[in-house]
């Protein structure tokens, strides 16, 4: 029930090795760190002015950084549909970093047929996937691992967080110490990462009690939950796979699979998914 593979079906993200040891879902957010360090390729270089904005749009492609002699035709990122080509050649594969991007140190590495935007800021140790894009705005603060076809949208800040593959957060999202599979969040969904009080969080799930040990932990996301607009999950929030939050709802604790969880009146109901 608490498994990792009770969340994520872990055959499908690059990431698995993340969990190698682990009982409880959660205690995969201690190993991020050490994960990143482990498997980290950074290939930004420091030609593109460390700390400082890019400049000058640039296209990554096999080891190589491009700065003139391209063209980008649009389509969706997160599909593998961004096209750059020099001349009539198409270069399979590239990534683009747009003027205006902030890359903070050269701990970062990005992935093939990937999209930074303007306006998006990355510290490191960071990794972007492939397929994925970083929009406008956009505001990743280091540890965080991104995998294949994600989205981290505008004005949406991660932290010390996992992105599986797949998952999305486009709108004014906050990410802190989660980890998403292929999970949907609506604008505005909030992952809360931090009690008021200054204790640790623990869980109760069937009358039994779990520490986790860990200060901040904010929702583990399985594969298929869709989160409504201005959605909260509270700090050490689960949600098992297909689980739909309404919007504007406060959720806590543990959600079984395939349930809607829905604010009437001032109560939170639990009812089996249609």
């Not at 001349?87 to 047929?113: F, K, P």
């Amino acid at each position: 029930m608490l498994r990792p593979e009770d969340f994520f079906n872990l055959r499908e993200t690059k990431f698995f090795g993340l969990f190698d040891g682990v009982e409880y879902v959660w205690e995969a957010l201690n190993n991020i760190k050490g994960f990143i360090g482990n498997i980290i390729s950074p290939n930004i270089s420091l030609a593109l002015k460390e700390g400082r904005s890019v400049k000058n749009t640039v296209v990554l492609h096999k080891g190589r950084i491009i700065d003139s002699g391209f063209s980008i035709e649009g389509g969706d990122v997160s599909k593998g549909e961004l096209v750059v080509k020099v001349e009539d050649e198409v270069l399979t594969g590239a990534s683009v970093i747009y003027a205006g991007a902030v890359l903070m140190d050269e701990a970062i590495e990005v992935g093939e047929g990937s999209v930074i935007e303007p306006g998006a800021l990355i510290k490191g140790p960071t990794i972007v996937g492939n397929n994925t894009e970083i929009r406008q705005g956009a505001y990743i603060r280091g540890n965080v691992l991104i995998g294949e076809g994600c989205v981290v949208g505008h004005t949406t800040e991660i932290k010390s967080s996992v992105m599986l593959g797949g998952s999305k957060a486009g709108h004014f999202a906050y990410i802190g110490d989660s980890i998403l599979g292929r999970a949907n969040l609506g604008a505005g969904t909030k992952l809360a990462n931090l009690k008021i009080v200054d204790t640790p969080v623990t869980l109760k799930i069937d009358e039994k009690k779990y520490d986790t040990g860990l200060r901040k932990f904010g929702a583990i996301l399985g594969d298929g939950v869709e989160t409504g607009c201005n959605s909260v999950t509270m700090p050490g929030t689960l949600l098992s796979k297909g689980v739909l939050i309404y919007p504007n709802t406060t959720v806590s604790g543990y959600c079984a699979s395939n349930v809607m969880v829905k604010l009437k009146q001032d109560q939170e109901k639990l009812t089996k998914r249609v």
